[in-house]
């Protein structure tokens, strides 16, 4: 299963902006979708999840600011999107794309990571 991440750059605080993460490869489906981040010298934290059934979890920073979506598979291809808005200076981060499921092959359970991109927001 691989993961293409896309998205982040550079912001002004109170601004906006998108991510969005593609899975593709050898999927049966999928349990969970979701994107973390982590900030220079802090660790790795959830920053939004949804799952299979559409349920949503957020981190308490980013509630009412950040929403995250997800397409049911298309030709094989999954994708979740983290909208962010009035984006603040401490959201500087590494963001990362997570999904994990079943697929075809064995081992069956499957978690994978992107390889990150940086959203800086600073003006």
């Known amino acids: 299963v691989q993961l293409a991440e896309s998205g982040g750059g550079l912001v002004q605080p109170g601004g906006s902006l998108g991510l969005s993460c593609i899975a593709t490869g050898t999927i049966f489906s999928i349990d969970s979708m979701g994107w973390y981040r982590q900030a220079p010298g802090k660790q790795r934290e959830l920053v939004a999840s949804?799952?299979?059934?559409?349920?949503?979890?957020?981190?308490d920073s980013v509630k009412g600011r950040f929403t995250i979506s997800r397409d049911n598979a298309k030709n094989m291809v999954y994708t979740v999107s983290l909208e962010m808005n009035s984006l603040k200076p401490e959201d500087t981060a590494v963001y990362y794309c997570?999904?994990?499921?079943?697929?075809?092959?064995?081992?069956?359970?499957?978690?994978?990571w992107g390889q990150g991109t940086l959203v800086t927001v600073s003006s």
């Open positions: 997570n999904v994990n499921g079943i697929q075809t092959i064995l081992p069956r359970n499957f978690e994978v």
């Open positions: 949804i799952t299979s059934g559409g349920s949503t979890n957020y981190a």
